[in-house]
């Protein structure tokens, strides 16, 4: 029984894999003229950000993100409100240890 279960996702993952080759060879001009609009769509976008925005890093995970996305905990900078929340239970944890 366990047996089919694996003859089955292979035959899942093989047919998977054929038809993403598929999508990559057989790319029709439209298609590739549609990804080409998009890329320089989102170059363009990022480029504007750059010019206008300065970066911060995250004290928690150290990425790099937009000024404007800032939250700030403790003096501190992060990326998002999760990490400030869990830069905050580690370091409340440091101290007050539980026993
Ligand atoms: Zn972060």
Redesign the pocket.
Known sequence: MRLLMWLVLAVLVYFALRKNFRTRQNKTPSESAASNEWADATSTYSANRKESEAMLS??????Y?PASEVVVRNQQN???S???E?ADRAKNATHKPTK
């Open positions: 995250c004290a928690h995970c150290q990425v993100f992060f990326c998002c999760e990490h400030a869990q």
